[in-house]
């Protein structure tokens, strides 16, 4: 690690107007992307500025068919939570999925979103749930947030404050764990509205997306056998040494089709 | 220590490249930067070329070929994390900050990563002495009989499959603290080894300097494999530093530099062709086994892939006729030394694979056909045509007693249950074994002291890494001399360096180290029974020892061995103080193991359903060791079968697998229970009757349950597949089988 400084923010305008000052600088959260990154010398930041205990940016809430859950969440709170676990048991279930016990009880549901990893859990449910992301400065949609490989929406010195989850009837993920890391090779998150489903991939492609022509199945018919006759179109998923494009097009399908039969259990 | 200073290292991150040029002052000029060392200064020192374990001379009278190793590059890099620059600094972040200011300028080498590369037509060679990158070429068995005994053959069954190479990945990385003494013209060395002996020699014969030169302070070891058995450049490198600055000078890995740098395992390319009769029966094998060695040749590697392949080429199988060549390749990738194992896991991979299919081609039943071809107890000991010299053994007892307790007759039901819920099952087996004991040393010590107290310790030169000699070899002692077992203390590394004996290492603490722990304790009562007489007042053949106590024969006098040792503790040196030292010949543990896995064929995840080990490792000394011993290693097995795999990429040479992002490692959920049985046939080669057990899991899991995933594979019209056996690998075989019974349909 190079050395940099660490500050120990007090209010979310004292964190975000030190950032505008420090262009080098950097939040910091649970840090489980970002210390790993500082160790292998991969970043310099001047400075690291700890917003882990800011209570604006805490607590989990559902109202008005909301679920609202604030960025600095660890993702075992989320996991435990009897809100979580009541009104969107699925979400619960997901947070319980990440990485190891270790790292669900430092890395926080803020940080993963505004890392938009290719292979992390939270991006789909994000998505799937048709969220909106709460800044200091605005409110984004799900749909214009995610922006491809570690790419948001997020402008320099824009932090995450919260994230509000549409609340479905009724949602389900199912995830295929990359052997070596844990991450989501594939993930696929399904959500019932009333007004119809969503279906967020992760881990597939270069960042998270939702699967169209699932969705459009399932209006017809909420079944597993609707998606049976679909091909997932491999050209623009990822390919590695773990797992070639059609493995992971045939993962795509496969967890949607168990995601979907949790769905139908529920 | 007090003084100590820091070291980081530049590495190479070009797999083949000379080094055009090197400009490390602007380093020197870096905050807290006390030198910067370079390859200059490794000739200089002529610390430039490593020691080999080996003696083997082939057909042509040659010997592996030694190529210059200077522990930091000189002129030339042949792999990537091979060491280029050393800074010293008097922080660690200080020497690491300043390693980015080194100047280096490359001109890149075509880089081999692979075997068939480096062995390609005109292939560049890593080294100046070895054109053709083939450091050795040896042969064992007999050509002209293999040649004669082929086209008799009724059935020739074949198979190509690469063990393949991993990364050892201890839970600790390694960390060096090294200190010169000017005064005594000595280096302190605070490091990891698998044994005293071993690692000093090596640094002797790497630096030219005298062995007791050279003072060994050795600790636990968070897990070894094999990995830690070399005399590693670092080594050297904090020699020269320490020497220069007159201060200690330390070091400890990081995780990424272990993964290029550390000894990798394995890595060889096996083929092999299996004769046999219209009934079954074996009549001849021929191996071909190309060795990656990487880009040099370490201490334990080619000795290992030599020796302990040639051992047991037979496998447990009468073959009258036996072949296999062996090529030690260099290729640009990280050296390859012993890993668990170190050969025999390698071997009874490829035999075990080439009679699961031959059994298969010729329809038999595959623990028949084994049972067919095994050497028979009447024929031990049993010479085979590569060297093995086999001690008594029971293979068809094991493989009855696996049999019975896998249920191997009840699988169709088992197969037709998990079928219902759309899962592959498939029952795996491997007969195997393997040749241990062997070590560089001649003879083991141990020496066994009484304190001022009259407390007894155990001193050893075998470290532990987790083989629990601390119980195990006290728990001899504790034994042999009847007393409480926490009455003998335990010592691994004495800080006179005075023991000798051979590291942990090739199933053979037990067997060697083990051994005169019981050599030792009746040393020890045959020494103190004078003493005992003395103390009772009666002639020495009035006495006689049993369950700790020296009792005279007349008058009821008798007293403990613990009480005569603390009567005597004003002495010094105690007077029940012994030395012993033995020497021991090859043991050979074998085994059958029987494994069922499921596999779900929409994403080729494998689960393994159930593991059976029916063991024989001699007489147990520790039953909970020896399962402890075979759960690791049936788990170190499992990793490389179903995932460990250190990748290069082709063309640039780069490790692809260069953290546990990409490098698989088995969880423990992949094989929920291990269950185990001993099978017992005492060797003759000890005084303990043990065979060792450090390896033998490995050995077998690698074929056992490879033949599971075939089993379940086969009958979808699956072709021999090989490890990794990923689920992407096996979800695209699936695929792969289904297209071509389409094609055959229409």
């Known amino acids: 690690m190079f050395e940099l400084s660490y500050l120990k923010a007090k209010s979310l305008s004292e964190a975000t107007s030190f950032l505008s000052t420090h262009p080098e600088a950097k939040f910091l959260s649970g840090g489980m992307t970002l210390l790993p990154t500082l160790k292998q010398r991969l970043a310099r930041p001047t400075h690291l500025v700890d917003v882990s205990a800011l209570a604006e940016l805490g607590g989990i809430e559902a109202k008005g068919g909301q679920l609202v859950i604030g960025a600095i969440t660890k993702h075992y709170e989320v996991a435990a939570s009897a809100v979580v676990r009541k009104v969107i048991p699925a979400l619960a279930y997901l947070a319980h999925q990440i990485g190891d016990q270790q790292v669900r009880n430092r890395g926080t549901l803020g940080g993963s979103v505004a890392n938009n990893d290719p292979a992390a859990d939270y991006p789909s449910a994000v998505l799937a749930l048709n969220a909106r992301i709460v800044t200091n400065k605005r409110e984004i949609a799900a749909d214009e947030f995610f922006q491809g490989m570690f790419a948001t929406a997020l402008e320099d010195g824009e932090i995450i404050v919260r994230v509000q989850f549409e609340v479905p009837r009724r949602a389900a993920y199912e995830k295929f764990r990359h052997p070596a890391s844990g991450y989501a090779m594939t993930g696929v998150f399904i959500a019932e509205f009333d007004t119809g489903t969503r279906v967020a991939v992760t881990g597939a492609g270069p960042g998270v997306f939702r699967w169209t022509d699932a969705e459009a199945a399932l209006a017809k018919q909420l079944a597993p056998a609707s998606l049976e006759p679909l091909v997932v179109d ?12 059609e493995y992971r097009a045939n993962l795509v399908k496969v967890m949607a089709k168990r995601a979907l039969q949790k769905l139908l259990n529920t | 220590m007090p003084g100590q200073l820091h070291a980081a290292f530049l590495r190479s991150d070009h797999a083949h490249a000379d080094i055009v040029s090197m400009n490390t002052a602007p380093a020197l000029a870096r905050p807290g930067v006390q030198a910067v060392f370079a390859g200059s200064d490794a000739r200089a020192a002529g610390y430039v070329r490593f020691p080999l374990m080996s003696n ?35 922080s660690a972040s200080a020497a690491q900050d300043a390693l980015d200011a080194i100047e280096i300028e490359y001109r890149d080498l075509p880089a081999a990563a692979t075997i068939n590369d480096a062995l390609a037509k005109g292939a560049q060679p890593l080294h100046a002495g070895v054109p053709d990158n083939r450091s050795f070429i040896w042969e064992a068995g007999d050509a002209d009989a293999v040649a004669h005994a082929f086209p008799g053959a009724a059935h020739v069954a074949r198979i190509d499959v690469v063990s393949t190479r991993v990364v050892a990945s201890p839970m600790e990385p390694r960390a060096y603290l090294v200190s010169y003494d000017a005064a005594s013209d000595c280096y302190d060395f605070h490091t990891q080894a698998q044994g005293m002996a071993m690692l000093r020699w090596q640094l002797a014969q790497l630096t030219g300097l005298p062995e007791e030169k050279l003072r060994l302070h050795l600790y636990d070891v968070g897990g070894s494999f094999g990995q830690r058995s070399s005399a590693y450049p670092e080594h050297a490198a904090l020699m020269m530093a320490s020497k220069k600055l007159g201060r200690p000078v330390k070091w400890v890995s990081t995780r990424s530099e272990g993964f290029l740098s550390d000894a990798h395992g394995r890595g060889i390319q096996m083929s092999g062709q299996l004769a046999l009769d219209k009934d079954g029966n074996f009549l001849a094998a021929r191996y071909d086994f190309k060795c990656d060695m990487g880009a040099y040749l370490t201490p334990t590697g080619c000795s290992g892939h030599l020796r302990n392949v040639a051992a047991c080429m037979t496998g447990v199988y009468k073959t009258p006729a036996l072949y296999g060549d062996f090529s030690l390749v260099h290729t640009n990738a990280a050296p390859i030394a012993a890993y668990r194992g170190a050969g025999r896991p390698d071997i009874a991979y490829v035999v075990e694979r080439l009679v699961d299919k031959a059994a298969a081609d010729m329809n038999i039943d595959r623990a028949e056909l084994r049972r067919r071809n095994f050497i028979p107890m009447t024929a031990f000991p049993y010479t085979s045509m590569t060297g093995g010299v086999y001690e008594l053994s029971d293979f068809a007892g094991c493989l009855d007693k696996a049999l019975k307790a896998a249920d191997w007759a009840g699988f169709a039901h088992r197969r037709a ?18 040749g241990t004991g062997l070590g560089r040393s001649p003879s083991d010590q141990i020496a066994l002291e009484f304190d001022a107290q009259g407390k ?18 006290t728990q001899v002692v504790a034994q042999s001399l009847g007393v409480a077992h926490e009455f003998v203390g335990f010592c691994s590394s004495r800080r006179d360096n005075e023991i000798l004996g051979n590291g942990s290492g090739g199933s053979r603490s037990m067997v060697g180290a083990g051994s005169v722990c019981q050599i030792a304790s009746q040393k020890l009562i045959a020494q103190a029974l004078p003493l005992a007489a003395e103390a009772l007042e009666v002639e020495p053949s009035q006495i006689k020892f049993a369950h700790g106590v020296f009792n005279a024969n007349e008058g009821g006098k008798s007293i403990s061995l613990e009480a005569l040792a603390r009567r005597l503790a004003g002495t010094h040196p105690h007077p029940m103080n012994v030395l012993a030292e033995s020497s021991v010949g090859s043991t050979y543990p074998n085994g059958c193991h029987i494994a069922e896995v499921e596999i779900d064929p929409e994403t080729g995840v494998t689960q393994v359903a159930s593991y059976f080990a029916a063991d024989d490792c001699g007489v147990v000394i520790n039953h909970s060791i020896v399962e402890g011993q075979v759960h690791g290693g049936v788990m170190q097995g499992a990793g490389q079968v179903f995932g460990e795999h250190a990748v290069y990429d082709r063309g640039s040479g ?21 269950r185990m049985d001993e099978h017992p046939v005492p060797s003759t080669a000890n005084v303990l009757g043990a065979k060792g057990v450090g390896e033998s899991g490995c050995t077998a899991s690698l074929p056992t349950l490879v033949s599971a995933v075939m089993d379940a594979l086969r009958p979808l019209g699956v072709p021999e597949l090989d490890m990794p056996l990923t689920p992407a690998k096996v979800w695209h075989a699936i695929q792969d089988a289904k297209a071509q019974q389409k094609v055959k349909a229409h």
């Open chain 1, 234 to 245: 491999h050209t623009n998923l990822n390919q590695d040494i773990h797992a070639s494009q």
């Open chain 2, 56 to 90: 083997f001379i082939n057909r042509n009278g040659g010997a592996p070929i030694k190529s210059d190793r200077p522990v930091l590059a000189h002129g030339k890099v042949r792999f990537v994390g091979e060491l280029v620059a050393m800074v010293v600094a008097k």
């Open chain 2, 417 to 434: 249950a998990a079928a219902r819920t759309g899962k592959l099952r498939g029952i795996g087996i491997g007969t195997v074994i393997e």
């Open chain 2, 456 to 473: 007894l310790t155990l001193c050893t030169a075998t470290l532990s890494s987790g083989q629990s000699h601390e119980t195990t070899f």
């Open chain 2, 654 to 674: 780069q490790l692809l697998t260069g953290s546990f992002n990409d490098y698989y490692m088995p969880r423990a959920g992949l094989i929920p229970e291990i």
